[in-house]
């Protein structure tokens, strides 16, 4: 397995089927990651903890979903100087809007990159690129990836003008 460079983080375990894939985004590109189930509001401690020690344990970027009162990512960002990219998880009454307002909406000086509720493989696919940008294979990678999404694309086009 490679050496984790992207560290994964959920509020609770409950959220770990909406970060399957960002862990198949990941394994597509052969990133190695390190997946932890840690709660702002459960276990702040270790959560500090990991946020405090990440950059030191190899770290690059972390990824960090939640629900609910979504605290995690941002309290993540609190603790390190890498970059934090929000999930916000649709869990509970509110379908993910609680969630996404909480993560996207941090103060001035810390902020948490934040995609849509529920889409953990487009924060896999933005932390690929923020590694690619000191590393040429990574970026033809990305660069294949593009390709393979604008051809699927082209032959459901195809496959429409064609019905
Ligand atoms: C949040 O509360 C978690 O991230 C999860 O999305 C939500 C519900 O957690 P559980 O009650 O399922 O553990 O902190």
Not at 20 to 31: C, N, P, S, Y
Not at 96 to 109: C, N, T
Request: glycine share 10%; hydrophobic share 55%; proline share 6%.
């Amino acid at each position: 397995m490679a050496p984790a460079r992207v560290g994964i983080v959920v509020g609770s375990a409950s959220d770990l089927p909406t970060l399957q894939a960002a862990r198949d985004i990941l394994d597509r590109f052969g990133v190695g990651y390190e997946l932890r189930v840690l709660s702002a509001h459960r276990t702040p401690a270790a959560a500090t903890e990991f946020a405090e020690t990440a950059l030191e344990r190899g770290l690059q970027v972390v990824i960090a979903a939640a629900g609910l009162a979504a605290h995690l990512p941002g309290v993540l960002a609190a603790h390190t100087p890498l970059p934090v990219i929000g999930v916000p998880v649709a869990s509970g009454s509110l379908g993910g809007i609680d969630a996404l307002l909480a993560i996207v909406q941090m103060p001035r000086g810390v902020p948490v990159a934040t995609v849509g509720i529920g889409n953990a493989g487009n924060a896999a696919l933005l932390a690929v690129q923020m590694l690619a940008l000191a590393d040429a294979d990574l970026r033809q990678q990305l660069v294949a990836y593009r390709a393979e999404q604008a051809q699927a694309v082209l032959e459901q086009d195809a496959k429409q003008r064609d019905a």
